[in-house]
């Protein structure tokens, strides 16, 4: 009727857009084929700098477009006695920059988390000879304004602050502004971390930051965390505080010397070039060729092994790293050096235990708060983990049913500290004219073989009654292991089972293995006198274990491994 405005259906609609859709893709297509081979021809002119502005206002995220604007720039900018080639004068050159600066403003408009136009307004900034601070970080402080989270920016600022030489301590206010302004905002805690290990950080290695800042810290948290349990922002940040640990890369853990072979042990992953390295028996050298157990380039463990057996009968072996020299001790057969670390860290006691009573009272209000049990936790193991052992396991078994999603992290770190705890009391225990050379980690629910290293040198281990399956890869540290069970662990497969030099003895019992190559690879690879298949699926088949005896003759099958 006339007078009235005609309403399209849903099929014009539909088709009106297909084609809007098609005309821009077209458009697209020219722009970008455009752009490119003016980038292949190199000319870059005006107009690729007119298309491809076009082009990143309509999708500020094609990283390719900004990469040749910036070629267009290095290239545009041949100067020749102080004036460029392209660019009537260096304020031109200037100027175009400073309009990159608009266009990547425009752009974060459309998307203000867009990795490549941050990026490319670092560049600019960084190609600006007199950049404007002042009102870049006063973009820093709009943006964060509308999203307090936005990463982006805060590295941006980052980069801002280094480059305009502000203060650490004028970063920390803001951070500090932030923070009170909103307890979630974790972009400002995370930032906030950054700059207080730069401002202090602990000369000792063994808190993040230096004791009076870390309690003042503590408090900060302990107030965000009360205020909104749930918020995982603060409890992030908390974590920093308590879980600190000092690395240490390098530092030598134990030594063992027979006659055949040497191995050495460290803490953390190491490389050694042969000169690193000096044995000396009765101050003489022996030539040794160390290499790493893995054949990794960086390891925890190296090992030698000497072409002739090596006469022990003597009066001091010695190893020699890092200009510092360590004397063996002769126990039996062997010469040994050990350190007397133990993984077990402790912290500054009192304000552990005024955070632990706090967060106790927290508990008690909130029972079912994961992040307040989870905090109890971490307290306990950095104030006193052999005393609070217990105590640490019920928490965990807590956290497993009050949040289950994660029960398989918070199962790993049971079994961390598990492991902890005995390796502790074995080494408090252990003669300081000895070794220990067996460990029984059986029936303890063990989901992970955590700090493998410190294992290499222990030769009896009972890992049975587990679920290590998805830690045989880790084995691999068991270097002096001569007999070991895996019994009753739910294996399926031994595809990942490494390669053992010294292993002898091998219990398999009561899995759920039914791979016959695995067993017979398994069997190869190793020099075992004793395996035990019982309990297995394929040591139901008579067909199976009559091959795997005829075989291996010099194997004994179906024994009581570990009786």
């Not at 989270?149 to 602050?161: A, E, G, K, P, S």
């Not at 932030?178 to 000792?204: Q, T």
């Not at 000096?278 to 030698?304: C, G, H, M, P, R």
Request: proline share 3%.
């Amino acid at each position: 009727m006339h007078g009235r405005v005609k309403v399209r259906t849903t099929a014009e609609q539909e088709a009106i857009k297909k084609v809007e859709r098609a005309k821009k893709v077209g458009q697209y297509k020219a722009a970008i084929n455009l752009v490119i081979q003016k980038r292949k021809e190199k000319v870059y002119d005006d107009e690729l700098l007119l298309v491809s502005e076009k082009m990143v206002l309509q999708n500020p995220d094609i990283n390719s477009v900004w990469n040749i604007r910036r070629e267009a720039f290095e290239h545009r900018q041949c100067f020749t006695n102080g004036i460029s080639i392209i660019y009537r004068s260096q304020e031109e050159y200037v100027g175009r920059l400073k309009a990159e600066l608009t266009l990547t403003e425009n752009c974060l408009r459309e998307n203000p988390k867009s990795y490549s136009v941050w990026h490319h307004r670092c560049w600019v900034i960084d190609h600006l000879p007199e950049p404007d601070w002042k009102t870049e970080l006063s973009l820093c402080a709009k943006c964060l304004n509308l999203d307090e989270r936005n990463f982006h920016c805060w590295d941006y600022r980052q980069h801002l602050v280094k480059k305009a030489g502000i203060s650490d301590a004028e970063e920390f206010e803001f951070s500090t502004t932030k923070i009170y302004n909103n307890f979630s905002n974790y972009s400002s805690w995370h930032y906030r971390s950054k700059i207080l290990s730069k401002m202090f950080p602990d000369p000792s290695g063994e808190l993040p930051i230096v004791a009076d800042k870390h309690k003042e810290e503590l408090d900060l948290v302990m107030n965000a965390t009360f205020t909104d349990p749930n918020d995982s922002s603060a409890w992030f940040y908390q974590r920093w505080l308590l879980d600190y640990s000092k690395p240490q890369p390098n530092a030598l853990w134990r030594v063992k010397i027979t006659a055949s072979r040497g191995i050495i042990i460290f803490h953390g992953e190491t490389f050694l070039k042969p000169a690193d390295i000096l044995l000396t028996k009765d101050a003489n050298e022996v030539e040794t060729t160390w290499s790493s157990y893995n054949d990794e380039k960086f390891s925890k463990i190296w090992t030698t092994t000497f072409p002739e057996p090596l006469d022990l009968s003597c009066l001091a072996i010695s190893i020699k790293y890092e200009n510092e020299e360590y004397n063996l001790v002769k126990s039996d057969d062997i010469w040994f050096y050990k350190s007397s670390h133990s993984p077990i860290n402790k912290h500054n006691k009192a304000q552990l235990k005024e955070q632990m009573e706090n967060y106790k009272q927290l508990n008690e209000m909130e029972p079912n708060n994961k992040w307040a049990v989870l905090t109890g936790i971490f307290l306990m193991k950095s104030y006193d983990p052999v005393g609070y052992h217990e105590k640490i396991l019920e928490d965990l078994r807590a956290l497993i049913k009050i949040d289950s999603l994660r029960a398989n992290y918070y199962s790993d770190m049971r079994s961390k500290c598990i492991m902890d705890y005995e390796l502790h009391n074995l080494w408090k225990n252990e003669s300081d004219t000895g070794i220990n050379s067996t460990i029984d980690l059986s029936n303890r629910e063990l989901t992970i073989l955590y700090n493998e290293q410190y294992f290499s040198l222990f030769e009896e281990v009972n890992l049975g009654a587990n679920q290590l399956g998805n830690s045989l890869h880790r084995l691999g540290a068991l270097q002096e292991c001569k007999k070991l069970s895996l019994s009753s662990n739910s294996l399926t497969s031994l595809k990942s089972f490494p390669t053992l030099s010294s292993l002898e003895v091998l219990s398999l019992r009561n899995n759920e293995l039914t791979s016959l190559d695995e067993i017979s690879d398994l069997i190869k690879r190793h020099k075992l006198i004793k395996i035990d298949l019982r309990d297995n699926p394929l040591w139901e088949d008579s067909v199976i274990t009559a091959e795997l005896a005829k075989n291996n003759p010099g194997i004994e099958f179906v024994t009581d491994c570990f009786s």
